[in-house]
């Protein structure tokens, strides 16, 4: 009965590689949400998706990030041409269709920019 | 969302019972109270969650009040793995998790 899982845990990028982060929802989970945590702040919500569809992407940065949720597979939060303020860690987070639990989350993929 | 409205931080004795209070004073009739809580460095955990009814599992009871304004979160027991940032939520279903700076609790020894 595995939960979220997220991978990797940890991620170290130079300046303009790219990253990209998977997260695999729990068992019965349809809706996916990431979030990301810069060092010593709050968790900021980023993107919401359904299976092959962006639902609210109202805190994704404009320019170089992206999010997908395929049909077949984990959901990728894909981040180009990273910088140093990219440097965060990353949540995932999992619900059913009423979210009526609440939501799920992973343990976070740890992204450092060198 | 209706915002809602916790202290910055807040200390415990190791044993005693923490109370973590939470004010939302603009909820509406639909929306519920969430708890998580994010121990350092960890993805947050869902502690409990209700409407308006007080609510109790195993690790903490939920009490809120009769005109739903405020709540609080009870740990009974309180031990140093407690320690951490706790977040208070009022949203209705299928709505985002918006996470506000919450209450750092510290149990101390």
């Known amino acids: 009965n595995a939960g979220v899982m997220q991978n990797p845990r940890h991620l170290v990028r130079r300046r303009g590689q790219e990253a990209r982060l998977r997260c695999s929802p729990m068992k019965g989970h349809s809706h996916v949400y990431w979030y990301r945590q810069l060092p010593e702040e709050g968790l900021k919500f980023m993107v919401y998706?359904?299976?092959?569809?962006?639902?609210?992407e109202s805190g994704m940065p404009k320019e170089r990030f992206s999010a997908e949720f395929p049909k077949e597979g984990p959901s990728i939060l894909r981040i180009q041409q990273v910088v140093r303020g990219d440097s965060a860690a990353y949540f995932c987070a999992s619900s059913s269709a009423t979210g009526r639990h609440g939501y799920t989350f992973g343990s976070g993929t740890r992204l450092t920019v060198v | 969302d209706a915002k809602t409205t916790q202290p910055t931080s807040m200390d415990c004795a190791e044993g005693r019972a923490a109370n973590l209070p939470c004010n939302h004073s603009?909820?509406?009739?639909?929306?519920?109270v969430y708890w998580y809580r994010q121990i350092h460095s960890q993805g947050p955990q869902y502690i409990i969650h209700g409407l308006k009814n007080n609510e109790t599992n195993e690790m903490a009871s939920l009490i809120i009040t009769e005109d739903r304004k405020s709540s609080t979160l009870i740990l009974p027991h309180a031990t140093l793995r407690d320690t951490a940032v706790y977040y208070c939520i009022a949203i209705t279903y299928g709505q985002n998790f918006v996470f506000g700076p919450g209450t750092r609790l510290s149990v101390l020894p």
């Open positions: 603009t909820i509406s009739g639909n929306e519920y």
């Open positions: 998706l359904q299976k092959e569809n962006i639902i609210d």
